[in-house]
């Protein structure tokens, strides 16, 4: 009995002991506060009793405690405290009820209001022109407190492993052997060394007459002697775009509460602090996110102070400054954790002695992004020169860092002067480069090997004629010349038991712009009555990819061309084509009384229009790096006996594409149409694109894959016309949803639309209907559909078209998020 008691006195002592007594009191009274709250980061740790008393269990090292009509107060953590707070003005006191309600003060949202309204007058954009350089800084490293303590560690841990003989490195396999080493290089790299750093120096000139323009004046990047272009394409800045605390369609992740009138830079500065909407229940009502600097005279935006719900995974600042009345980019800083680097230092001694399964005690290392922009050399309404703006938006000047001495505005660090050369001996030694120039063609949709670029498109595909089709495509890239590029590919369709096959050569006229003279044969077969989609991008060519899927009818095409392709401006790309085509139709068509195969000799001008995309060079042609709307194709096709041609026709096809955000979410807007005149068969007219499979009854003919033009719920190869109009819009709503695991989802509402005439179709001798009324259809895609990254749409088709049967109207749509 004794014993049991000494046993349950010890444990009670060992509970008090390792939990915190806190007394809260009015100091104005010296009164217990009740229901004062106390929070560590964002989580509520428990509420005072009608004593003011509040035991509780922290690791935190500083808490925050918060009381209504109080002024909050964070203190350190001790076993034992008493603890006096200070009751707020009436001025703050309404505030913290604000704030304590969870609701956005609409003080602060109509100052919002009154700033995005004014934007674009305080903007620099305003002025007739400017001109201004920065120097930014992006560097990969530990938090500067911990620097001596990992460097500690590494020589301790490095101590230790001396005294094991081959580190058993004779067990593992040769990719084991050479992971583990590079990862210990890479630690010891690191000791005195960043991960990575990178410098650039950019000069920035905008003229309301001849547009925008920004020059690379130099870089450096460790690792990397070759300058990766879609990174010096990234801008990880507020420069020239609304930061995402303050846009409209971001009301419903931040809460907003006008907080106080300072004075800043000698200027009157109003000062909201929003914070994240997480879970209400639980959250700190006064562990805000930031604050948001207005100016008082203007309401132009002059600070953004953010930083994360955890302290430890980052921060970040941006600064403006009036110049000639206009805010421009000062500076910025902004920290963001990359994870951590973790080591294993043994066996818990906790867990052997209870007889659990062993656990592993571990030390770990928070790495972060550190990016620093400071913006100077400033020029107003300085007369431009139209030769400045030409080319492309961006242009890289240098790339050795040769120029950066000129432009740092503070010196590198001993430990940032090791990094070039430490880490370009490491990527060098293991590789990484290619890995790198591997994972960005990729997302160009080849896969590259050394002078050969392998066309990922071409390996796999299905329609309904073909079957299924492998094969191959294969490009020379510019490490094989940087004038000549040949090109080749085949195909063999399982179903048509056919070859397919094409060759051509691209000649590099400049290394400015793209201009590019081209010669090809191919002897392929295409869809019947497509858009034309010779300047479409790979993005928009990879969504039609399995458009076919349903489809029977197809032409072959023997085809010898040339062409040229050239950018007139950084916004208008045109290319003309010249070919001469051995055409037969293959499936049950005859054309008037001229049969089902024909000779073509044609010309094609094609023109793209893009006012706001913004491109590049590089070594390997125009990158374009920041794809903007709205968006113009036109096609214009004309053919003629010439030559040994036998057709005589016109063809014009045109699309528009749209993007806008609001208060409603995102929209896209798509019009399209086409008109076809003259002798021509029913491939230089127009299918309405189908996409279901209108000669089956099973309900998975009504799957189908994304598209760009395509009807979910039309019969594939049905509808055609020599001339039409199509509509499709589709709005995101403005919410996301949580079902299965991490991934957010989102709703997608969309309607399609399109109506035609054909003149003569009894012309044209196979099994086909004129869409001579408005085909329409409703959709609703559930995007990242039960948190996984595909997406499931539903349609249905409404008006003239529908039928009285539920299995005719409808069609299901599944597609990788993303498409």
């Known amino acids: 009995m004794k014993q049991t008691l000494s046993s349950l006195f010890l444990l009670i002592f060992a509970i008090s002991f390792s939990q915190t007594q806190l007394k809260v009191i009015n100091s104005k009274n010296q009164k217990p506060i009740y229901n004062a709250s106390v929070y560590c980061d964002d989580n509520l740790l428990g509420k005072t009793d009608s004593n003011g008393n ?5 690791k935190c090292k500083k808490v925050d405690v918060l009381a209504n009509n109080f002024e909050e107060k964070e203190i350190e953590v001790k076993k034992e405290m008493q603890i006096s707070l200070k009751p707020s003005s009436e001025k703050t006191g309404n505030i913290e009820r604000i704030v304590l309600s969870d609701k956005s003060d609409p003080k602060a949202l109509k100052m919002l209001d009154e700033l995005l309204k004014r934007y674009k007058e305080n903007s620099p954009k305003a002025l007739e022109s400017y001109d201004f350089k920065s120097y930014s800084k992006i560097s990969i490293d530990f938090d500067k407190d911990s620097i001596t303590a990992y460097q500690d560690f590494i020589a301790k841990r490095n101590d230790s492993i001396k005294k094991i003989e081959n580190r058993n490195l004779k067990k593992q396999t040769e990719k084991k052997k050479k992971d583990s080493l590079a990862e210990n290089d890479l630690i010891g790299t690191v000791q005195n060394n960043q991960y990575f750093l990178w410098e650039k120096v950019s000069e920035y000139k905008y003229s ?3 547009g925008e323009k920004t020059n690379i004046i130099d870089n450096r990047m460790s690792g990397f002697p070759n300058p990766i272009y879609e990174a010096l394409a990234l801008n990880i800045s507020n420069l020239n775009r609304i930061p995402r605390q303050i846009r409209p369609e971001n009301r419903k992740i931040y809460n907003y509460y006008l907080s106080d009138t300072i004075t800043l830079e000698n200027r009157k500065t109003f000062v909201i602090k929003f914070k994240e909407v997480n879970n209400k229940g639980k959250q700190n009502p006064r562990k805000f996110n930031g604050k948001i600097y207005v100016d008082a005279e203007n309401f132009a935006l002059k600070k953004i102070e953010s ?20 805010w421009f980019l000062d500076y910025e800083n902004l920290k963001i954790r990359m994870g951590d680097q973790t080591f294993t230092t043994g066996v818990s001694k906790d867990s052997v002695k209870a007889g659990q399964k062993p656990k592993m005690n571990k030390k770990s290392f928070g790495n972060y992004l550190f990016v620093k922009n400071q913006y100077f050399d400033f020029e107003i309404n300085k007369e431009q020169k139209s030769a400045d703006f030409k080319g492309y938006a961006l242009e890289v000047k240098n790339s050795d860092g040769s120029q950066l001495q000129k432009y740092r505005t503070d010196s590198l660090t001993t430990r940032e002067k090791g990094t070039y050369v430490k880490i370009d001996s490491l990527v060098k030694k293991y590789d990484f480069d290619k890995k790198v120039s591997l994972f960005t063609n990729l997302l160009k949709g080849n896969f590259r090997y050394k002078m050969v670029d392998f066309d990922l498109t071409k390996i796999f595909n299905y329609d309904k004629y073909q079957g299924v089709r492998l094969g191959i495509g294969a490009k020379f890239n510019e490490k094989f010349s940087k004038t000549f590029s040949p090109d080749a590919y085949f195909g063999y369709g399982f179903r048509d038991h056919a070859w397919k096959y094409g060759a051509g050569l691209d000649v590099k006229l400049s290394d400015k712009r793209t201009s590019i003279f081209r010669i090809d044969y191919s002897d392929d077969v295409f869809a019947a009555g497509r858009i034309n989609t010779t300047l479409w991008d790979n993005p928009m060519k990879l969504k039609d990819l399995a458009i076919d899927l349903h489809n029977v009818n197809f032409y072959q095409s023997k085809k010898f061309g040339a062409s040229f392709l050239y950018d007139v ?18 499936f049950d068509y005859q054309y008037q009384n001229l049969g089902n195969q024909f000779k073509n000799v044609s010309t094609t001008l094609s023109l793209k229009y893009s006012p706001n995309d913004k491109n590049m060079m590089t070594p390997g042609g125009k990158l374009t790096y920041e794809k903007k709307f709205p968006q113009f194709y036109l096609n214009y096709e004309m053919g003629s006996k010439i030559f040994d041609g036998e057709l005589n026709y016109h063809r014009l096809d045109v699309l528009a594409i749209h993007q806008f955000r609001s208060k409603l979410g995102v929209t896209n807007f798509k019009f399209f149409g086409g008109i076809s005149s003259g002798n021509s068969p029913i491939w230089k ?50 919410f996301r949803f949580k079902t299965i695991g991490k991934t957010y989802s989102n709703i997608e509402l969309e309607y399609k639309s399109a109506v ?17 009324h408005n085909y329409q259809e409703v959709g609703l895609i559930w995007n990242k559909f039960l948190g996984r990254r595909f997406d499931v749409g539903f349609s249905y088709r409404l008006g003239y078209y529908q039928t009285s049967e539920f299995k005719d109207n409808f069609g299901l749509q599944v597609r990788l998020g993303g498409f």
Request: aromatic share 12%.
């Open 756 to 772: 035609g005439n054909f003149k003569n179709p009894e012309n044209h001798q196979f099994n086909f209907r004129v869409l001579d």
């Open 307 to 326: 930083s994360s719900k955890k302290a430890s995974e980052g921060n970040g600042i941006s600064v403006w400054k009036p110049i000639n009345n206009k």
């Open 54 to 58: 509040l035991t509780f269990k922290t």
């Open 569 to 586: 401006s950084n916004s208008l790309t045109a290319k003309i084509a010249l070919n001469h085509e051995n055409q037969r139709a293959l």
């Open 208 to 210: 309301q007459k001849f």
């Open 685 to 734: 007219n127009f299918e309405i694109t189908g996409q279901t499979d209108g000669s089956s009854e099973q309900w998975t003919s009504k799957i189908n894959t994304p598209s760009n033009l395509g009807f979910v719920t039309m019969p594939s190869g049905t509808f055609y016309a020599d001339k039409f109009v199509g509509l499709h819009v589709s709005q995101y709503l403005p």
